[in-house]
Structures are given as structure tokens and as C-alpha cells.
């Protein structure tokens, strides 16, 4: 490829790929990405000899006025959302690294698009927390090493004064740049891999000198914030039907890491989120509470009157990676004991601890600055009381439960008598919550395509007239049910089941498991086991009434496991990268050094201090990597310096031939330097030749008889004459 060509390319790519990673940010503004795109490829023909960009300065000038006028008018008279300084600043980089190409004409030109480009990504940098930037970022560390040095190689030869010299007619003249810039053979294929070898190391110290610098802790740089992700249902008014919207939304919403239960196909867990308790004429709302606040213990925070137990078998650990959404619910399965906070984030939560707080529903809340993403440890009961004690649970309950009794008056009253009907018989509240559920399952029908087809309450409708919907309706009906046969119920929105990523090693929870069910309420003891001392004498209990097909599995083929790899990688950009601080770079050296303890003593310790044996891998692994170190550096050192006699077999004659004659013209070389006569790198062969015709006529013959069988030795295709070499030998000695 021609060298302007590959310095064109990659300079456009340097460019491309910085603008990438700032688009994925999402905070380009709709017509300045279509800007970008329809401009960057218009500038690749505008250059000279087509066009004279000098001619149309005053015009991008202007441009460049009313552009800057724009953006300034939007920070000023905007509103807040879309006023933001440096949102708007981005736009302006882009334009101006738009007018640059356009207008790139010297050196300094390109110059000032590299450093352009340099500074979008460094905005890139804050705005863009996806796996997304490092991919462009590794990919601008490549392109930029290419660019960079054929940059350096173009000004150089744009400034010097290039001779070519005709020694037989003792003249001079001055080589066209151009022509060299055209050339073919200043760089090939071996530059650019070779460039992107250097670019990859360099890539991976940075890596780990990331790895390595002290985290300096929370709070004293801005921390970055990914995009939030709006999610229907989790608000304090919910109107029917919302979840059937998103069931076809493949959006991740949290990633769950689920020691004890890894690889446990199907996850059937609900994450519980928000409860509603009042409904009217389609709407579900919450009543308001007043939030308590969480008490703390060491690094935990709890709601009971003591710190549960985590240790006890009962107890189960679940690590929730939350995205950043558009709600303040903190989702968890089971009964919550205990949440833990790690690393930076428990600075915050643990120093202000009031930010958690859990109301009368259950229901668990976390403030966050805008839409930041959350990573927390639940410590949850799955169990629940059996059949019987729910059988022998009183039926009258306290008036503070009155509120999950409400039903509205406008509601047919073929309601309550329908729930009369299914309970009729039945002594305690168990066995008509179990007939009310069984009925729905066997009588109704799931699907996501509700239409009206009445103005009856679409509670009604659904019960009485359509008999198939969603979700919601089924549980909005089992609640409703409930309550017309005397039984506190609430409906909970939340999240069902979960994908487990073998590549992760987790549980993927999207939007399209959005899912809404019962509680049920019972005046029996929470769980059974030694946790709970202190704890109140009641439970809620879960009833699904949606029947179980409420969806088709998703088909994982060969583009599905490619998608888990992907996610997997997500999620351990944002571990390692974007949330890494001191307390994951603390673990971090723990797990080096139990590495090595392992690979020396045969034990290792792990994460709550036990001395166990050590697994024979690392030792392996260690055995393995200076085996192919050994043999790596043999292989090379027999490639170096005088050819090794096995080498000489491999590579032929002809080889071994040509290795000689370039020793003996290097050689010479070395001579007329103490003679004052230097070779500079620029230097062909021939043109050496004409500048010793100037600068040392007396060794001119000899020069020119060693140059010419160099060159058709070298890079001719004859072989040396008997004797041919061992002549040139003694030229040069004689010099």
C-alpha cells in the first residue's frame, strides 16, 4: 500500500475510532452523529490538487462562530437536561475535528486532528462506562501508534532536503516528496504488524500499572455513572397492563451470583421490588409509609431489632449487580436479613446508613445520586413456614392490616361473590388462597395482547369476559379475590426465574422477566431456625396465580452463547474497570498472594481464613510457562548473530550468502565513518555512494565496486562468483 494511503487510513481510523467510543456513550445528540457521519467521508476528497481548502477558510470560520453561538445558547436557555456543559462541549469537539479534515492541508494539520481526537476520547472516557469504550480504546491505542510514527516519518521527509545523487555526473538534484509519499516499499505488512504488537504491550503495562497504583478512595474524584435504564411498574402508581409491554425487552436489569446454587436450572426466585396495596379503576398506587431506616452493624445493615445470624444454614448469600434504573428499589429473593455494601459504595451506605430504608410493605429502598448502578450482598431466608402452621394460623388479624383489606365499592359485587363461591367449605385461609390460585391456573389463559373489548374495571373483564391476559391481571385478580374473602393481600412487582450464564458464572435477570404476583398475609412465626430472635410473629407468603407458561423459554443457539460471553465481559469490565477501588484491589493482591503461597507451600488460605490444601494447577501452570519460555528463548537465540548451524540447513545457501555480503558492506561502512565519511539512515546504497563521490574521491572506486556486488548479491538473484566475496573482503581491509 502506498504510504500517504496507509497514513490517510489510519488516520481516519485514529478518528473514527475516538468518535465511536464517545457515540456509545449516548450523549451525541441525534444530528450531530448523522453530521459526522455524512462530513467525515465528504473530507477524504477534499484535499489538495482536487480542492484548495485556503479558499474556504473564511467560510468554516464562520461556521465554526455560528456553531459555538448554538451551543452557548443551549447552555444558557436550555433546560437541564439537555444544558449540560459538557454534553454540549462534545458537540463541539466534533465539530471541530469535522472542520479540521476538512481543512487538513500540512503537517500541523494533521497534528491538531490527532490532538482533537485525543481529547473526545478523554471525554469518552467519563461519559462512557460500556464495555463498548474498551474496544475503541484499544482500537485508538493501535491506530494511533500507526499514525503517530508515519506521521513522524512524513514530516521528516516533507523537511528534509532529499538528494538524489549521479555520482558519474557529479550532480545533484532535489526528489519530489511526493513521489516518495507514493511509494510502495517505505512500509508493509510486517510495519503494521509489528507497530500493533508494540501498541498491545503497551496496552497490557497500562493495564497493569491500573492494577497496581494505589485506589485513592471514595469521593475524592467524581465517580462515573452509567445510563439509566427506565423501568415500568416500580413507581408509587402503576396503571394495569405496563408489564405486558416489555415482554419482548432482552434488556439486563441485574446479574445475580448465587454461590451455593450455581449452574440450578430453572432459577424459579421472585425478586421482590415494590408492593402495592390500593386499587382503583385499573391503577395500582402504594400507600405512603414512613420509611425505617436500617441499623448497622460492622459492615451489615439489618431492619430487625438485632443482627440475624448470616452463618446459619438457612441463610443464603446473593450478590446483586444492579443496573443503573430508574428506580430506588433494592430487589432481592426471599426474606431479607441482612445487606452488605462492598468496597466504595459501603463507604457511603454504611457512613450514612438512613440512605436504606425499608417501609411498612417490605419494601427496601436505596437513594442514589441520578441513575447509578448498585452492587450488593442480600442475605436472605428462602425458607417458609409449612402447610400446617399456615393451616393453623388465626384468621383474624390486627387492625394495621386493615389497609391490604381495601376494596373499592365501585367494583362489581360479582367479585366477592365469586370468591365466596371458590372458598365456600373451607376452613382456614391457606386452602382458599391454594383454591383461588388453582382456579385462575386452570380456567385462564396467558398472553401479552390485551384489548379491551368493554368499560367494565379491566379486573372485571378479565375475570368475567376476556379470561386471558398477563401477569398483572392475574395477580391484581387473586388480590382482589382475597380481599372479598377476608384475607389481607398485596400485589408485588418484580422480577421472575433468571438465565445462567456459564461464562460468568451468574444469573441474568432482563426486563422481559418482569413479573407480578401475591403475598399473602399470616399470623405465624417469619421462618422457622435460630434466626429469629426478635423477629415479628407474622408472614407474608408468596401465591403466583399466573399459570406456568407464561412465556417460551429463550433459545440459546450459537449467537446466544456469543451474547453470555459478551455479557460475561461486560460485567467484569464494570467490576474491574469502572467500579474497581481500593477494597477490590486489596482482594486483588489477597488472590496473587494465596497464588503463590499455593505454588510454594501447598496450601492456601481462604476468604475467612482457613488454611486449606492448595489446588496442583498454578504449579502446573507455572511448570508450563517456563517450559514454553526455554524453549521460545532457544528458538530465537539460534535466529541471532553468526547463523547456527542448523539454521544453515533450514535456510538455504542463498541465505547464509547474502547474510555475508551485508556483513562485509555494513563493515565498510564502519571504516569510512573513521574516515570521516558518515552514512545517514536515509541513505540508499546508491545515494551513499554519490555523497562518498563528494566528500572522499580517493575511496570512491573502491565504495563503488563493493556497493555494485552488494547490491546485485543482496537484492539480485545471482549467486556469488568463486572468490567473489573473499575479493570484496579484501577491498574493504585495504580501505
Known amino acids: 500500500m502506498r504510504f500517504a494511503l496507509l497514513h490517510k487510513l489510519s488516520s481516519y481510523a485514529m478518528v473514527s475510532s475516538a468518535f465511536l467510543a464517545l457515540y456509545f456513550s449516548g450523549e451525541v445528540a441525534p444530528h450531530f452523529s448523522?453530521?459526522?457521519?455524512?462530513?467525515?467521508?465528504?473530507?477524504?476528497?477534499?484535499?489538495?490538487?482536487?480542492?484548495?481548502?485556503?479558499?474556504?477558510?473564511?467560510?468554516?470560520?464562520?461556521?465554526?462562530?455560528?456553531?459555538?453561538?448554538?451551543?452557548?445558547?443551549?447552555?444558557?436557555?436550555?433546560?437541564a437536561g439537555s444544558g449540560d456543559p459538557l454534553s454540549l462541549g462534545i458537540h463541539f469537539l466534533t465539530f471541530i475535528e469535522i472542520n479540521k479534515l476538512f481543512n487538513r492541508r500540512l503537517s500541523r494539520d494533521y497534528l491538531q486532528i490527532y490532538v482533537v481526537s485525543f481529547l473526545m476520547l478523554v471525554a469518552a472516557a467519563a461519559l462512557n462506562t460500556d464495555l463498548s469504550f474498551a474496544v475503541f480504546f484499544l482500537l485508538y491505542v493501535i491506530f494511533a501508534t500507526w499514525t503517530l510514527i508515519l506521521f513522524h516519518l512524513k514530516r521528516e521527509m516533507e523537511d528534509n532536503y532529499?538528494?538524489?545523487?549521479?555520482?558519474?555526473?557529479?550532480?545533484?538534484?532535489?526528489?519530489?516528496?511526493?513521489?516518495?509519499?507514493?511509494?510502495?516499499?517505505i512500509v508493509g505488512g510486517s510495519f503494521l504488524v509489528g507497530t500493533s504488537v508494540i501498541s498491545l504491550i503497551v496496552f497490557l503495562l497500562s493495564s497493569a500499572i491500573f492494577l497496581l497504583f494505589p485506589r485513592l478512595g471514595f469521593g475524592l474524584f467524581v465517580s462515573k455513572t452509567r445510563g439509566g435504564i427506565t423501568v415500568a411498574g416500580f413507581s408509587e402508581r402503576v396503571q394495569l397492563g405496563q408489564f405486558g409491554t416489555i415482554r419482548d425487552?432482552?434488556?439486563?436489569?441485574?446479574?445475580?451470583?448465587?454461590?451455593?446454587?450455581?449452574?440450578?436450572?430453572?432459577?424459579?426466585?421472585?425478586?421482590?421490588?415494590?408492593?402495592?396495596?390500593?386499587?382503583?379503576?385499573?391503577?395500582?398506587s402504594k400507600t405512603r409509609s414512613r420509611p425505617k431506616p436500617a441499623a448497622q452493624s460492622g459492615d451489615f445493615l439489618f431492619f430487625g431489632r438485632q443482627r440475624p445470624n448470616i452463618d446459619a444454614p438457612e441463610i443464603t448469600r446473593m450478590t446483586v449487580f444492579l443496573e443503573p434504573l430508574s428506580t430506588e428499589a433494592v430487589f432481592f429473593a426471599g426474606d431479607l436479613r441482612a445487606i452488605e455494601f462492598p468496597g466504595r459504595l459501603a463507604e457511603v451506605m454504611i457512613g450514612k446508613r438512613r440512605l436504606v430504608k425499608r417501609d411498612d410493605h417490605g419494601d427496601v429502598t436505596m437513594s442514589r445520586h441520578g441513575s447509578e448502578s448498585a452492587h450488593y450482598n442480600a442475605y436472605v431466608s428462602l425458607r417458609e413456614p409449612p402447610a400446617n402452621a399456615l393451616r393453623a394460623a388465626p384468621g383474624d388479624v390486627s387492625t394495621e392490616f386493615g389497609l391490604y383489606l381495601q376494596f373499592s365499592t365501585e367494583l362489581s359485587h360479582k367479585i366477592p361473590k365469586l370468591a365466596h363461591e371458590l372458598t365456600a367449605g373451607l376452613s382456614n385461609n391457606y386452602d382458599k388462597a391454594v383454591a383461588i390460585q388453582k382456579w385462575l391456573h386452570a380456567n385462564?389463559?396467558?398472553?401479552?395482547?390485551?384489548?379491551?373489548?368493554?368499560?367494565?374495571?379491566?379486573?372485571?373483564?378479565?375475570?368475567?369476559?376476556?379470561?386471558?391476559?398477563?401477569?398483572?391481571?392475574?395477580?391484581?385478580?387473586?388480590?382482589?379475590?382475597?380481599?372479598?374473602?377476608?384475607?389481607?393481600?398485596?400485589?408485588?412487582?418484580?422480577?421472575?426465574?433468571?438465565?445462567?450464564?456459564?461464562?460468568?458464572?451468574?444469573?441474568?435477570?432482563?426486563?422481559?422477566?418482569?413479573?407480578?404476583?401475591?403475598?399473602?398475609f399470616f399470623n405465624v412465626p417469619r421462618a422457622p431456625g435460630p434466626d429469629v430472635r426478635g423477629a415479628e410473629t407474622h408472614s407474608w407468603i408468596t401465591f403466583d396465580p399466573t399459570p406456568p407458561s407464561r412465556g417460551a423459554?429463550?433459545?440459546?443457539?450459537?449467537?446466544?452463547?456469543?451474547?453470555?460471553?459478551?455479557?460475561?465481559?461486560?460485567?467484569?469490565?464494570?467490576?474491574?474497570?469502572?467500579?474497581?477501588?481500593?477494597?477490590?484491589?486489596?482482594?486483588?493482591?489477597?488472590?496473587?498472594?494465596?497464588?503463590?503461597?499455593?505454588?510454594?507451600?501447598?496450601?492456601?488460605?481462604?476468604?475467612?481464613?482457613?488454611?486449606?490444601?492448595?489446588?496442583?494447577?498454578?504449579?502446573?501452570?507455572v511448570v508450563s510457562?517456563?517450559?514454553a519460555a526455554v524453549i521460545i528463548w532457544f528458538v530465537f537465540r539460534g535466529r541471532r548473530g553468526v547463523p547456527h548451524p542448523v539454521r544453515k540447513q533450514v535456510d538455504g545457501p542463498r541465505v547464509v550468502e547474502k547474510r555475508r555480503v551485508t556483513k562485509v558492506y555494513n563493515d565498510m561502512v564502519a571504516r569510512l565513518e573513521r574516515h570521516g565519511v558518515k552514512k545517514r539512515n536515509c541513505h540508499t546504497a546508491r545515494e551513499f555512494l554519490g555523497f562518498v563521490h563528494l566528500h572522499a574521491t580517493?575511496?570512491?572506486?573502491?565504495?563503488?565496486?563493493?556497493?555494485t556486488v552488494y547490491e546485485e548479491l543482496r537484492f539480485g538473484e545471482r549467486p556469488a562468483a568463486p572468490g567473489e566475496i573473499e575479493r570484496m573482503v579484501a577491498i574493504v581491509k585495504s580501505i
Not at 67 to 75: D, I, K, N, Q
Not at 698 to 707: A, E, F, G, I, T
Request: charged share 25%; proline share 5%.
Open 444 to 520: 385462564f389463559r396467558y398472553t401479552t395482547e390485551m384489548k379491551r373489548e368493554t368499560q367494565l374495571d379491566p379486573v372485571e373483564e378479565f375475570l368475567f369476559v376476556r379470561k386471558e391476559g398477563h401477569c398483572e391481571y392475574f395477580a391484581s385478580a387473586m388480590t382482589l379475590l382475597l380481599r372479598a374473602a377476608g384475607i389481607p393481600a398485596r400485589t408485588v412487582n418484580g422480577f421472575l426465574g433468571g438465565e445462567w450464564n456459564d461464562f460468568g458464572k451468574y444469573y441474568t435477570i432482563r426486563q422481559q422477566d418482569a413479573h407480578s404476583w401475591v403475598e399473602v
Open 553 to 621: 423459554p429463550r433459545i440459546i443457539g450459537w449467537t446466544g452463547r456469543i451474547e453470555e460471553w459478551i455479557d460475561s465481559l461486560r460485567l467484569r469490565w464494570y467490576k474491574w474497570v469502572v467500579e474497581f477501588d481500593l477494597s477490590k484491589q486489596v482482594g486483588f493482591f489477597r488472590d496473587v498472594g494465596n497464588f503463590f503461597r499455593g505454588l510454594f507451600s501447598g496450601s492456601t488460605r481462604t476468604k475467612d481464613g482457613r488454611i486449606v490444601p492448595a489446588s496442583p494447577t498454578p504449579r502446573i501452570v
Open 249 to 284: 425487552n432482552t434488556q439486563v436489569v441485574m446479574r445475580v451470583e448465587i454461590p451455593s446454587l450455581q449452574g440450578l436450572r430453572p432459577l424459579n426466585f421472585r425478586w421482590r421490588g415494590i408492593a402495592l396495596d390500593r386499587y382503583d379503576k385499573g391503577v395500582w
Open 698 to 707: 580517493v575511496l570512491w572506486p573502491k565504495v563503488r565496486d563493493v556497493s
Open 162 to 185: 532529499l538528494l538524489k545523487h549521479r555520482p558519474e555526473q557529479g550532480v545533484s538534484e532535489r526528489i519530489q516528496v511526493d513521489r516518495i509519499l507514493n511509494s510502495r516499499r
Open 625 to 627: 510457562l517456563l517450559l
Open 34 to 79: 448523522v453530521l459526522f457521519a455524512v462530513a467525515v467521508p465528504l473530507s477524504w476528497f477534499w484535499e489538495p490538487p482536487r480542492v484548495d481548502p485556503r479558499r474556504y477558510n473564511v467560510v468554516w470560520n464562520i461556521l465554526t462562530i455560528i456553531v459555538l453561538l448554538y451551543l452557548l445558547a443551549e447552555v444558557l436557555l436550555a433546560g
